[in-house]
């Protein structure tokens, strides 16, 4: 069953406009295209992919490539109050880019460009579009590395790690994407092109880069960014760990990082991880599997690694040797390709919910989600960033229900963690946003947030254009 | 001569309502009270007092203790539309905290308590009237620093720190005030207490911390926050090292950060800048000095030593070995009261440019800034901070004028600095912030975050009670 969204605002001239702006071959309105770009990798929408059902249909698809074009095709829709919502590879997990309103996806995988490496001032200059891969390519074959190394590497764009906050594997060193910003060049929804000041730091007012940071698209069109980037480390130290509870393993974590060491890759797994994901990729452990990878100067990281590892076998971790944290780190993008599969199977269900906390709450947070969802998930959580002040932490959640209780079930499970996660002092989420998937409860956690969002909201896109239904703390009842 | 401040909004309603909330003895409508209140330490502002011109008196001081005083305060001023200026320790370098427009003087400095130490999750929670000094000594006590050290350390507050996006002395390694905040506790203009949430790191929309980081009290009263603390470092590797030019020490610097080496505290000295505050110090090195001084653990901070000399040595850096980086340290807070005795000598004019740029484009900025000042002034100038992908830079200008000349040559030197810095790539400012001295500049160079700023303003403080006159963008010729 199809439930085409209702054609609402495409007419021949705004299509003779875009048109006018991107040539003849720059914008579709095919119905294969419609429906390629009605959702992201949100499961929710997979779900009801399954069921046969394309809901919320773009109207039009965009493709431009620079920003004079973005901000040209902006201008036409604000006058037009057409809705118009960026799109980057569409991996994300929540339902960030789905046009809830019909209008136009602006796909930015066209503004691909890497305009500037500059050995001098450390630093990238690259359009929005670009995936994570093909920028970490170019980065390495200059011998540097962005840092930002997601497990959807290869299925997301720099746009959408800048619009939604994300984290990469190695967070614990590098920093979130947001760590990494210099500067944005955003397009507003009335068209005006802004550029935040490219300066190391500075204290000239509140930080405006970090309002788009985040905004998902509901605030402007991020179309060029100044990101820090880094010498490629000259050494690696691999070592895994195996520790009898996970108490064990997140005091080893919190020891390592309070005295100032910064391991590249930490995956810290519970009993349940360890036993499935981790054994699957053939690591023979039991207990909690802790990965350590230091990378940086030879000398640095041998000295790191060696008292990381003793602080772990001070708390009774068992050291396996360099073998566990080798096999992790080849197969780290693997996981994120799981979802399609386990997806693909009928009566399945799966997500990831990804939280953070400090340390002082974050094993409460661990038992207050084990505790919330009902007996028919199965849960796995593991560590996979790792700050002086605590940590996040992501469960994988599968279960199996009847066709047509797949839904109830995934939506009861959801609704149970979120409001269980808001008394424990969890965030709702540490790096995949808030989409459609949590707006009910961001809203309800963040009166003030709300208000400001709602406020800038009103003076950046008073005709509400730009992602619209995103941000809006309306329930989503029906998708 | 004196010339007060017109009495526009004080009756006895409001001290009476004032009075039920504070007591009688935390309100003052004193003249000495309402003098020493009338200004920061602003060199201007001294300028103003050294001629016998008193301005901009308030016409109460408040001292709060808790949040809800705070609350209770402000919900009563934006009843009665009387504009309200957080004050801290009033070493505020810009004006920023100048009553403008009379009203109350805000006063944090009794809510100085540390509520909480965190072993757990090292972080310390605390109010932002304790002087930096204080909350530093209490941190040390139990084993941790704060790593925010200003050279004003003994002579400004938390919440001064905050609001202005204040950098310490060791920022190179623990990142500025802005690096440091988990969360913070701001009661907005018409009463409201709000909070962000406490957590390593998050996903949920932009983050509103970094609105009021850096507001300078136009927005919000900071009346707690949540800081990351440190374990104190076990060791240090003190070396001093002099070069040939500015281009020599600037390159290993970048070269030392680079490499993805942190030192604790940098000082790159300009030649001037070594002849003059150097020298006077007893250090007795000819050419452009460099102090590098790591800490951290034992074999860490001496592997970062060498490789630092070596790479110093690489571009011709004589080291000079321990000492002069040992002298500098022991004197490291005594620059910060120079200003207050050269200014006791008539017909001086004296202040400190603190401006920051990429490492491609510092050196045009500090030949810049060297080009723009009239011929009347001595400049001196150090690199304070660096980072992977610029510095800040540091200028201080002295000069003499016949008496009542005085005022004209220094707004006339900063006119000419700040129209210079926007042509070559530097920030008005990295650390002191915009205060009364930046904000016509500010405005000017930052379109967007004005028009932003304005409906955050709007939005937030309707009838402009909080440090009105502050950021909004009006020229202020008369002061």
Avoid at 354 to 369: F, K, L, P, Q, S
């Amino acid at each position: 069953m199809t439930t085409p969204t209702a054609r609402r605002h495409v007419n021949v001239e705004l299509l003779n406009r875009l048109r006018d702006v991107l040539g003849g071959t720059r914008v579709s309105h095919g119905t294969l295209d419609g429906i390629s770009y009605s959702r992201d990798l949100w499961p929710r929408g997979t779900l009801d992919v399954r069921r046969g059902r394309i809901e919320n249909r773009p109207e039009l698809i965009a493709w431009p490539e620079t920003t004079e074009e973005v901000s040209r095709i902006l201008r036409i829709c604000n006058e037009m109050r057409v809705p118009v919502v960026p799109f980057g590879a569409g991996s994300g997990m929540c339902g960030a880019a789905v046009p809830r309103r019909g209008g136009i996806i602006l796909d930015l995988k066209r503004m691909k460009q890497v305009e500037r490496i500059s050995d001098q001032s450390n630093l990238v200059v690259c359009q929005p579009g670009i995936l994570g891969a093909h920028l970490e390519r170019e980065l390495n074959r200059h011998g540097y590395t962005l840092g930002h190394l997601p497990g959807s590497l290869g299925t997301s764009t720099v746009g959408g790690y800048l619009a939604t906050r994300s984290a990469g594997l190695a967070a614990t060193y590098y920093g979130k994407i947001e760590d990494m910003v210099i500067s944005l060049q955003v397009v507003l929804p009335d068209g005006t092109v802004v550029t935040t000041r490219t300066a190391p730091r500075r204290a000239t007012g509140p930080d405006f880069n970090h309002l788009f940071l985040g905004s998902e698209g509901a605030l402007g069109v991020i179309t060029r960014t100044h990101l820090r980037i880094h010498l490629l480390p000259e050494a690696y130290f691999f070592r895994g760990l195996a520790f009898k509870n996970l108490a064990a393993g997140l005091e080893s974590l919190r020891l390592i990082l309070r005295c100032g060491m910064r391991p590249l890759f930490v995956r810290l797994c519970d009993e349940d991880d360890t036993a499935t994901t981790m054994n699957e990729l053939g690591i023979a452990v039991r207990g909690c599997l802790l990965v350590l990878i230091f990378g940086g100067g030879a000398g640095m990281v041998e000295l790191s690694g060696r008292k990381a590892v003793e602080i772990c076998r001070g708390l009774d971790g068992r050291d396996h040797g360099e073998e566990p944290a080798r096999v992790w780190y080849e197969h780290r993008y693997a996981e994120h390709y799981r979802q399609s599969e386990i997806l693909a199977e009928p009566e399945t269900i799966f997500d990831t919910i990804e939280v953070a906390a400090t340390w002082r709450d974050i094993e409460g947070v661990y038992r207050a989600v084990r505790g919330a969802v009902p007996k028919e998930i199965r849960l796995a959580a593991h560590v996979p960033h790792a700050y002086p002040e605590g940590c996040s932490l992501e469960f994988t959640m599968t279960g199996r229900a009847k066709a047509k209780k797949d839904l109830e079930l995934y939506d009861r499970a959801w609704s149970l963690v979120l409001d269980a996660l808001g008394k424990n002092g969890g965030v709702l989420s540490h790096h995949h946003g808030i989409g459609l998937q949590k707006d009910k409860w961001r809203a309800r956690q963040q009166p003030v947030a709300e208000t400001l969002l709602r406020a800038l909201k009103r003076q950046l896109d008073p005709y509400d254009i730009l992602n619209p239904g995103k941000f809006d703390g309306e329930p989503e009842d029906a998708c």
